[in-house]
């Protein structure tokens, strides 16, 4: 992950989870997951367009909240930019995007938006 602009974060599952579907979806260049003698810490290796040099990501906008919980069910899965962002959820199945939630027909906590 030499060479590029590296973000930390205090890991938790669903953080590991969401850095795998980031990284899966094209949004995250790389990332590694570290052990320390607290919870542990991921780092993320951010991904620039190789012409503009913008970031692949413009906005993560979170949804859910500790204080105001985002629910939805299999009808009513949020689309983000008509499709070309995505949400991720954390459903009874694991942590998805919502094109995964729709084609495994669950709902579940939308916990955020990235485009």
Do not use: W
């Amino acid at each position: 992950m030499a060479g590029h602009k590296v973000v930390e974060i205090p890991a938790s599952n669903v953080k590991k989870n969401m850095t795998k579907i980031l990284f899966d979806k094209g949004y995250i260049l790389n990332y590694k997951f570290e052990d320390d003698d607290k919870q542990g810490i991921i780092k993320i290796a951010l991904k620039y367009h190789p012409k503009t040099k913008k970031p692949v990501i413009t906005k993560i906008q979170r949804v859910s909240s500790p204080g105001l919980r985002k629910y939805t069910d299999s009808n009513n899965l949020p689309r983000v930019l008509n499709g070309l962002g995505i949400s991720i959820l954390s459903t009874s199945k694991g942590v998805m995007t919502d094109k995964e939630a729709r084609e495994q027909n669950v709902g579940g906590e939308v916990l955020c938006y990235v485009y």
